[in-house]
């Protein structure tokens, strides 16, 4: 089967920024209390294995373990995983797709897709969805954070390297939706304005989504 090609090219780019990209993102989640906040609520409800999906160095993955979560890695690039089992070893990084998660059905207690959702073409976001939901068990909880808006940002250069990237903006009704229609219970729903001082300064709002399959599911 052949591959979309908006997975090869988000690998490409990911494989050609990871080094720069892991040193840039390293202490993002440190100025951002709203989202540490989010994923503290999240850590206490999640029971069980939880997935990182598009991990990237590993940062989330690594301070959801902090917080006592049993938290692995799966991310599409192999020099980001690299780079994540480099920075953090001891902790499970692997290469997979989140269109193709090679997980058994209702294994994991919980799922993170922090802001690796924008790289999916909305046409794909369903069936991405439906295989969360697919590797959730009964019960487990789904953390999604995507920037809010409409728009298809694309670039072609980042960090002096040639890439070929999009980055898909999302409404929050419109994932609320989709998650819905995937067979998701939605539990949370969070926005913030977007954080304009400080290192890392942002343009669009932040979306924050929890949901949870159903434990009668």
């Known amino acids: 089967m052949t591959e979309p090609g908006y997975l090869s090219e ?23 209390p709203l989202d540490r906040a989010v994923l503290a609520a999240f850590a206490e409800l999640a029971r069980g294995p939880v997935a990182d999906v598009g991990c990237g160095s590993g940062r989330i993955t690594a301070h959801l373990r902090d917080l006592g979560v049993d938290a692995f890695g799966v991310d599409l690039s192999p020099e980001m995983v690299a780079v994540a089992r480099r920075t953090h070893p001891g902790i499970r990084f692997e290469v997979g797709s989140m269109t193709a998660l090679d997980l058994p059905e209702g294994s994991l207690g919980g799922l993170v897709a922090w802001y690796s959702i924008i790289h999916v073409p909305p046409a794909d976001l369903p069936a991405v969805l439906a295989g969360f939901r697919r590797v959730l068990a009964p019960g487990g909880w789904l953390q999604l954070a995507f920037d809010i808006g409409d728009e298809r940002l694309h670039r072609d250069e980042i960090g002096g390297h040639r890439v070929s990237l999009d980055f898909h903006q999302c409404r929050v009704d419109g994932v609320a939706a989709l998650l819905t229609e995937a067979g998701f219970e939605v539990r949370a729903r969070l926005e913030r304005r977007p954080d304009e001082e400080g290192p890392f300064p942002e343009t669009t709002p932040q979306a924050f989504v929890l949901a949870r399959r159903p434990q009668a599911s």
């Open 10 to 32: 988000t690998r490409a780019a990911y494989d050609a920024i990871a080094g720069e990209f892991a040193e840039w993102i390293r202490d993002e989640l440190a100025a951002k």
